[in-house]
C-alpha cells in the first residue's frame, strides 16, 4: 500500500512534511499560550513595591531601659537586637529595634498576632540605626500571642537576607 492509499483510506499515516506543519503550529500555540501568560503578570498590581525607610530611624546604639528582654540575636548571616518583652501603649510598642553598624542588611520589623494578622510594622533601618516604637494598626490584649518578624533585606537589590520570627506575649505590666 502506498502513502496515497493509506491517506485515502483514512489518513493512518502522516508524511514528513505534514508532521512538521503539524508540529510548528503546537509549537506557535504554546508559545502564544506563554506570551499571553507573561504578559498578564507583568501588571502593576503584581509589580514589587519596596518598603520605604523608617523615618523615626535614629544612628547610634540605644539606651534601652532594663527589663525589657533587649539583647543581640545572632540570625548566623546577620546580627539584630530587640527587646523580647513586647508591651503596647497608645497604639505603639517599644521594640528598640537595632541593626549593628557591621550587619550589611538593611532591617524592618513586622509584628503578628498569633493568626498571621499584621498589626503593626517598622520601615526599613540601614546598618548603624535603631527604631525605638512601632507603630499599631491594631492592639493586641493583654495575653495575647504575638510574633515579632525580623526581615533582613540585600541593601539595593531588595533580596531576602532570611526572615527570623520571635514568639512572645502581651505583658501589659511591663516596666
Not at 483510506?9 to 501568560?37: D, H, K, Q
Not at 505603639?92 to 532591617?107: C, I, Q, R, Y
Not at 498569633?114 to 510594622?121: E, K, P, S
Amino acid at each position: 500500500m502506498t502513502c496515497t492509499e493509506q491517506e485515502k483510506e483514512g489518513g493512518r499515516r502522516l508524511s514528513g512534511w505534514r508532521l512538521f506543519v503539524l508540529a510548528a503550529a503546537l509549537c506557535a500555540v504554546c508559545l502564544g499560550g506563554m506570551l499571553l501568560a507573561l504578559r498578564r503578570g507583568d501588571g502593576q498590581e503584581n509589580a514589587f513595591v519596596p518598603p520605604p525607610f523608617d523615618d523615626n530611624a535614629q544612628t547610634g546604639t540605644p539606651e534601652v531601659p532594663e527589663g525589657l528582654g533587649w539583647e543581640e540575636l545572632d540570625a548566623e548571616s546577620y546580627k539584630f537586637s530587640v527587646c523580647g518583652v513586647f508591651a503596647p501603649e497608645d497604639g505603639k510598642a517599644d521594640v528598640w529595634l537595632t541593626d549593628p553598624a557591621d550587619s550589611g542588611v538593611w532591617l524592618k520589623l513586622r509584628v503578628l498576632d498569633g493568626n498571621g494578622t499584621v498589626l503593626g510594622q517598622t520601615g526599613l533601618i540601614r546598618p548603624g540605626e535603631y527604631v525605638q516604637s512601632v507603630a499599631l494598626d491594631i492592639t493586641p490584649d493583654d495575653g495575647d500571642s504575638v510574633i515579632l518578624k525580623v526581615m533582613a533585606y540585600e541593601p539595593q537589590t531588595y533580596y531576602s537576607a532570611g526572615v527570623v520570627s520571635l514568639n512572645t506575649t502581651v505583658k501589659g505590666d511591663a516596666p
